[in-house]
């Protein structure tokens, strides 16, 4: 699967150069090949910034396995993960790992969430009889990833702050509503192809408690402006994650572990995790800058804005789209595309305001998969892809809907 988008990236490309050249555009060829030599710096230095965090998050989620916190943890979300992957025994420490990382995904705690994400993958690795080939349950927790639902998005509401907005919060909602429907249409998709039940009392159970506690917050954070908004989201984020580090090496010592040696043989593993990322990260960031460089991306908006005029459809989403259709390959360039938006159309214009919920309610995609199977050596992801942006469309048309809904 890899192997073909790759090499379809590659051929998208070089189509799009051909016409850009036919167009008269010859800097095409000067921006196409400086993105090569880009894409591998951005390549090592993403990697080399890993190195830190890995061996930090490594290090000490060994620990709080030994201290048993993460298996605690674990038995909280247990009866619905393994409702939803069958195949990760009981008891299993990838429950654990699974259960921290949505957590801080939820959450916004991006420094946390993505070495939790690794340290689950690898975990789901020891459960895979042939190596190269994704199981159903990690191509399920990717997914889950690519589309796992934001409770309080403050980098989105800091840009709209800087970019004088007048209400910079009042995405909030939006923004949670489209992510949550991103979500629901990647688990769905997932179980249809995976052959998963998931309309079982378990599910139904613990999807309840989540929504529940999904509209308290809302109607907490509703009362709140911007200012506390991110006041109360930076409290909350960083309180769990001193909480967690804390009982982590509390607890450990407390029953004895040799924690020094537990972090330093964790913090190992997690230095050569990061080196080994190199090569699938470059391998994907250089088909993305390539398509990037060579306008491609512009071709595909110009042809979605002439079916929307043919069809006599409301086109004002289309000034927003850029972000949307970046955001998958690129969260740096969908930044960009979003402050270019909002810069250009007003930061609570229309098409500003759907940038920003298109910024806080998708996901880096193809960044995400390269990650996440490279840190283990996967190279066949199987149907992993085809889900992951099925669950981005589903925020893209649902974002579209909420922002008609709430802005007309």
Known sequence: MLNRVWLMFFVVSSIAIVLELIGGNTQVLSVAV????????????????????????????????????????????????????PEVPRGHKAYGSISMNLTANMLGLDNAATPLGLKAMEDLQSLNP??????NAQILFLVLNTSSVTLVPVTVFLYRAQQGAAAPADIFLPILLATCASTLVGLTVVSIVQRLSILNTVVLAYGGVIFASLGASIFYLLSLSATAIGEVSSVLGNGILLVLVLSFILVAGFKKVAIYDEFIEGATHGFKQAIQLIPYLLAMLLAIGFLRASGALDYALSALA???HVMGFDGRFIDAMPTALMKPFSGSGARAMMLETMSHHGVDSFAGRLSAIFQGSTETTFYVLAVYFGSVGIK??????????????????AAIGVCYWFYG
């Open 130 to 135: 042939i190596k190269a080939v994704a199981t």
């Open 380 to 397: 066949n992801g199987r149907h992993a892809l085809g889900c992951g942006l099925a669950a981005d469309a589903g925020g893209i048309i």
């Open 34 to 85: 400086d993105s090569l030599f880009a894409s591998a710096k951005l390549a090592a230095d993403i990697s080399l910034g890993l190195i830190g965090v890995l061996a930090l998050w490594m290090g000490l989620m060994q620990v709080g396995e030994k201290a048993g916190v993460v298996g605690l943890f674990a038995r909280l979300f247990e009866p619905l993960l393994h409702k939803l992957m």
């Open 306 to 308: 002439s079916v929307v």
